[in-house]
C-alpha cells in the first residue's frame, strides 16, 4: 500500500509500509505508469493461462481402443514363395483399425512368440489394411497401403504357447526337407497402453512347422 502527500514545489511524499521517499512529480508519474503496465501485464497472463487451461478441459481425450482380436478377421501364414517359414498371424479389428501380429518362431519346439499391435488412421478402410497385410509376408506388394500411426510390441510373456500337439509331417518341394506340422495353443494376455489400446486376454490355435533333424 502506499500513502501520497503533496510537499509543494514540484515534490510529492511517496510513503510505503517501509519508508518515506520524496519523488519528482515526472518520477511520480513514471512510477505509477510502470506500477500499472505492470499489473496489466499480469492481468494478461493469467488471462491467457486460464483460457488455455479452460481449452485443455474443453477438449476430449481420445479413448483409448478397445481391442477384442477374439472377434477379428483372421490370416494365417506358414509359407513364403521359396517354402515353409516361421509362421505369422495376423488379427485385423476393422472397426477399430488395429491389427495384430503375431510371429511364432520355428527353429526349435520351444516355438517362441512375439506379438505387435499396429493402429491405423480413423480413414483406413478394411480393404486397405488387408493389402498392407499382404505386403508384409508377400512378395506381390500393393503400392498403395495404409500405414500404421501407432505401433507397439507386447512386452516379454505376454503371449505364450500353452500346448503343442503333433498334427503329421510335410514335405517341402524345393528341397525335399522334412518337416513336422503342430498346431499351438496361444495364450494372449491382457495389456494396456495408455490412451493407445487395451488390448482385451484371449486364447487361439495356430499352426507352425519344425524341421525335423537330418532332413
Not at 89 to 109: C, E, G, P, S, T
Not at 133 to 159: A, M, R
Amino acid at each position: 500500500m502506499y500513502a501520497i502527500t503533496e510537499l509543494g514545489s514540484g515534490f510529492v511524499n511517496l510513503r510505503t509500509h517501509r519508508s518515506n521517499v520524496p519523488l519528482k512529480y515526472r518520477e511520480f508519474w513514471t512510477i505509477i505508469q510502470e506500477r500499472f503496465y505492470m499489473m496489466k501485464f499480469k492481468n494478461l497472463i493469467l488471462l491467457l493461462f486460464s483460457l488455455f487451461s479452460l481449452k485443455a478441459m474443453a477438449e476430449p481425450v481420445a479413448a483409448a481402443r478397445e481391442l477384442a482380436f477374439k472377434e477379428a478377421k483372421k490370416q494365417q501364414v506358414t509359407h513364403s514363395m521359396v517354402g515353409i517359414r516361421d509362421s505369422l498371424v495376423f488379427y485385423a479389428l476393422a472397426d477399430q483399425k488395429a491389427v495384430l501380429v503375431l510371429r511364432i518362431d520355428h527353429k526349435d519346439i520351444m516355438f517362441a512368440v512375439t506379438g505387435t499391435v499396429y493402429l491405423f488412421a480413423p480413414d483406413a478402410t478394411e480393404e486397405g489394411m488387408g493389402k498392407w497385410i499382404n505386403n508384409q509376408h508377400s512378395d506381390g506388394l500393393f503400392p498403395e497401403v495404409p500405414e500404421p500411426i501407432f505401433q507397439s510390441q507386447l512386452p516379454e510373456g505376454n503371449v505364450s504357447i500353452f500346448e503343442r500337439k503333433l498334427m503329421g509331417k510335410e514335405k517341402q518341394r524345393l528341397d525335399n526337407k522334412e518337416f513336422s506340422n503342430y498346431e499351438v495353443k496361444l495364450s494372449i494376455k491382457e495389456h494396456r497402453v495408455q490412451g493407445k489400446f487395451h488390448l482385451v486376454a484371449f486364447e487361439d490355435v495356430a499352426k507352425v512347422f519344425l524341421e525335423l533333424e537330418n532332413s
